[in-house]
C-alpha cells in the first residue's frame, strides 16, 4: 500500500495507524452486533413496558435489527396477547411506527387482565359470601 514491491499507492494507508483505524472501522463492527444481539436477547419483560422497551432499543442501536426479525424479538418477550392486538389493529409500513404503537397495546392488554381478574374476584366473593338455601 506504500507503492513498494509492486503493490499500488494509497495515500490513505501510508501509516499503519490509520490502515490500523480503518480496518478495525470496516470489519470489526460485526462482532459488535453479534454481542449486542446477544445482550438485546438477554433483556426479559417485567410487566414495565417503558423500560423493556428503553433497555430493547438501545442494544438495537447496535445491533441493527429490522422488520419481520426486529418484530418478532419483541414477540417473544411481551404477552401473546398484546402482539394479537398489535396484529388486528393495523398493518404497520415502518418498525418506528409499530415500536410507537406496542407501549399502548400492552397497557391495553393489561388493562384488560386486570379487569378480567377483578372481575373474576368478584364474582366469587358475590357467590361465597351469600348462605346457602
Given at each position: 500500500?506504500t ?12 501509516l499503519?495507524?490509520?490502515?490500523a483505524?480503518?480496518a478495525i ?7 459488535a ?7 438485546m ?5 417485567k410487566?414495565?413496558?417503558d423500560?423493556?422497551?428503553l ?15 426486529f418484530?418478532r424479538l419483541f ?6 396477547e398484546?402482539?394479537?392486538r398489535?396484529s388486528?389493529?393495523?398493518?404497520y ?5 409499530w415500536?410507537?404503537?406496542l407501549?399502548q397495546?400492552?397497557?391495553d ?11 373474576d374476584n368478584?364474582f366469587?366473593?358475590?357467590n361465597?359470601?351469600g348462605?346457602?338455601?
Open positions: 500500500m507503492g513498494e514491491l509492486g503493490h499500488i499507492r494509497q495515500e490513505s494507508y501510508e499503519w495507524d490509520i490502515f483505524e480503518q472501522r470496516r470489519f470489526g463492527s460485526t462482532h452486533e453479534e454481542k449486542a444481539l446477544r445482550e436477547l438477554k433483556v426479559r419483560y410487566n414495565e413496558i423500560q423493556f422497551l433497555e430493547f432499543r438501545n442494544w438495537n442501536v447496535k445491533a441493527k435489527v429490522t422488520g419481520i426479525a418484530r414477540g417473544d418477550h411481551i404477552p401473546d398484546a402482539v394479537r398489535m388486528m389493529n393495523q398493518e409500513a415502518d418498525d418506528r411506527y415500536i410507537e404503537a407501549p397495546a400492552v397497557r392488554e393489561q388493562d384488560f387482565q386486570e379487569g378480567k381478574r377483578l372481575k368478584n366469587l366473593r358475590s361465597s359470601s348462605k346457602r338455601k
